[in-house]
């Protein structure tokens, strides 16, 4: 299982949006164990995938637990909901979307390992 | 020298016995109000469904850990084969967890950190971190720099500062394995060799590799959040590795103290 990943923006933003639609998210933390727990707005998910920019390249990615509820999703998706889903990622793809990331966010697991001399990485957004 | 261990062995002894006497041995005993944070994973913890959304700090000082982004939540397990069975938190190579800065996290002349975890064994993964890396970076404890069965625990003199200075051990110091770690700070002394020290399981590392600069006489106050698995999220180096515990002191250990809070954590850890 692979992340769903995209050269436009505007795909994954859909995809997005209708994973956490129908995860119900801002999502609220189950509390396990006993002792001191943080306080509940603490423990909120509040969305269960943003879209990740890769640091060099024009690509977008949804994380790979997003895919797993995404093929759960689809089981109870009916067609016309699939339907819909493509008419949102087409109607998407035609949009010139001014959307910046709000994050970016190294998750490249074969990036070289960054020396601590070497100067800060410039967070701007594209 | 039969002199001093006698009077280490008293002191050692002396302090046992005023932290027993209390009832049980925590890490809230031994260090008191100095006690920064302190995250249990058999503790305090909130889900999202088997991934962390928040780890509270069970120090009562309010320094709770929390990921609000599920891609970037840590997966919990409440029994982890790979850690002696007990519970553990543990990153996926894109995960961490942060906490706001507060006066607690915020020391100045002296810190000690404690963890008992396994480690990845993958080079460049930060443990803990305080501050943001160029902004308002503090400190950082973490996988050696190109080795990752070594440490690196580093200092910044400024908060500005986009390297810090810092100290490695040896390859092979940070074994594979459920261990104990402790990193101290000690601004007070004169040398790099005495201002930073790390322990495993209890044993001093003898021999720690001069990073860069000098190791400053004091903390930066930094405004920057506490980063557990990762330094902040622009810079990444993300952990894999498995935890089970970890506190921070706000001041320097005792030898007496450090020699307790590692056994608590060693029978924390079934080692």
Known sequence: MTDFTSTKLADVEAYCAIVSKAEGYPKAGVRVGGGIHAPPELGVTHRHVEPIKHPDRAEWRAPVDAKAVAAQTSKALTVAEKNS???AVASAKSIDASWEPKAIVDVEADSPPKELTEEPLDLKPE | MTLVTRRSSRLVSRVQTR??????????????????????????ITLNGSTVSAWADQSENGNHLAQGTAGNQPTYSASDALINSRSSVTGDGGDYLAASDSAPLSPSTGMTIFALLRNSGVANQALLVK??????HSWF?????????????????????????????????????????CAVYDGTQSTN????????????????????????TSLVDSTGSLYLGSWDPGVGRYS??????AFIVSRTATAAERDVATNYLRRKGGI
């Open chain 1, 85 to 87: 889903l493509s008419l």
């Open chain 2, 19 to 44: 932290i027993v006497g209390r009832g049980e041995v925590t890490p809230k005993s031994i260090f008191g109000a100095s006690l920064a944070a302190w995250y249990r994973a058999d503790l305090g």
């Open chain 2, 131 to 136: 501050g943001v890396f160029g902004t308002s």
């Open chain 2, 141 to 181: 404890f973490q996988t050696g720099v190109v080795d990752g069965t070594a440490l690196a625990f580093g200092v910044a003199s400024t908060a500005l500062e986009t390297y810090a200075n810092y100290r490695t051990t040896a390859a092979g110091t940070f074994p594979s394995g459920v261990r104990v770690f």
């Open chain 2, 193 to 216: 060799a005495t201002r930073c020290k790390i322990y495993v399981d209890g044993a001093e590392v003898a021999t720690l590799a001069f990073g860069a600069g000098t190791i400053p």
């Open chain 2, 240 to 245: 894999t590795s498995r935890y089970h515990e």
